[in-house]
């Protein structure tokens, strides 16, 4: 008897003992996640191709999109005195699939975990990476400064609405680079819309209601769940600002053979920067074509 009393109390013992380790090991876990998050860009898929993309319409006024531009399920983009360089895709299956990808993202980066909560219009401070969260809305203005710290891979994640609502507004409002900050590496994760005007932006957008932009210049994607609406902006996509290592776009065929313009894999061999190996012929590798550069 006194045996069996002993070796129950030394399982109770032992349960006790595991479960303060599986607490230890779920903090131990946790917190390097949180840390990787503000370290780690938001993976964007098809919808990283776009400049603008937008779940209902775009309208374009006065304004120029330098970039592709997308609108699903809907499929209006209307165009007064707009230039758009890019490539239009208006609810076909290319729009589709971004939309499809920037709804994962969305979800996924509302998941973030907030270094730390953020009050006030940001104007004056300077901010070294992070994710950086407001619990509603967000009124912004004056200039804010994001310093890399000499990495050009730092990455800035802005969550507005943690709550569960929240509009990003901002005003005459100006984002800095500092030390290697790259536009590319920032993003605005609104949990309704997002209205810009006179502003000097910087980053990717993911808002969950619209996106207006009136005036002033947006270095970086607008994506949206709701329409797109740019009246005398200029909309550019932060890639053409010469950040070479913005992640590279999903498109690698990784097969045998070939792969689309630019993303030739494996033992690649074009004949120049502005030809693909899959147009000048060779015999095929393993991964990739091998002796393609005769010229045609």
């Given at each position: 008897m006194k045996n069996f009393v002993r070796s129950t109390m030394t399982c109770k013992q032992l349960t006790a003992k595991l479960a303060v380790v599986s607490l230890f090991a779920a903090l131990f876990v946790a917190a390097p996640f949180q840390a990787a998050m503000a370290q780690t860009v938001p993976y964007l898929g098809a919808a990283e191709d776009f400049n603008i993309l937008a779940g209902t319409a775009v309208t374009c006024t006065n304004s120029t999109i330098l970039g592709d531009v997308g609108v699903y399920p809907?499929?209006?983009?209307?165009?007064?005195?707009?230039t758009i360089t890019g490539t239009v895709h208006a609810g076909d299956t290319v729009a589709e699939n971004a939309q499809l990808d920037f709804?994962?993202?969305?979800?996924?980066?509302?998941?973030?975990l907030c270094d730390s909560t953020l009050t006030g219009t940001l104007d004056g401070l300077t901010l070294t990476p992070g994710v950086y969260c407001f619990d509603a809305a967000a009124t912004l203005t004056g200039v804010l400064t994001l310093d890399g710290q000499g990495d050009p891979n730092a990455v800035w994640i802005f969550k507005i609405g943690t709550?569960?609502?929240?509009?990003?507004t901002a005003t005459n409002f100006s984002v800095v680079m500092a030390n290697d900050a790259t536009p590319c590496n920032v993003y605005w994760?609104?949990?309704?819309?997002?209205?810009?005007t006179t502003s000097s932006f910087q980053g990717t957008v993911l808002?969950?209601?619209?996106?207006?932009?009136t005036g002033g210049v947006f270095n970086g994607d607008a994506l949206a769940k709701a329409a797109v609406t740019l009246t005398g902006a200029t909309m550019t996509d932060c890639v053409q600002q010469g950040k070479?290592?913005?992640?590279?776009k999903s498109k690698c065929n990784q097969g045998v053979g070939n792969g689309p313009e630019g993303c030739d894999p494996g033992n690649s061999n074009q004949g120049n920067a502005m030809?693909?190996?899959?147009?000048l012929?060779?015999?095929?590798?393993?991964?990739?074509?091998?002796?393609?550069?005769?010229?045609k």
């Open positions: 809907g499929t209006a983009v209307t165009q007064t005195d707009c709804d994962t993202a969305y979800t996924n980066v509302g998941y973030a709550l569960g609502t929240g509009a990003l994760w609104v949990a309704e819309a997002a209205t810009l808002a969950g209601a619209a996106i207006t932009v070479p290592d913005k992640p590279a030809r693909s190996n899959d147009e012929g060779g015999t095929p590798g393993d991964p990739g074509r091998k002796g393609g550069n005769s010229s």
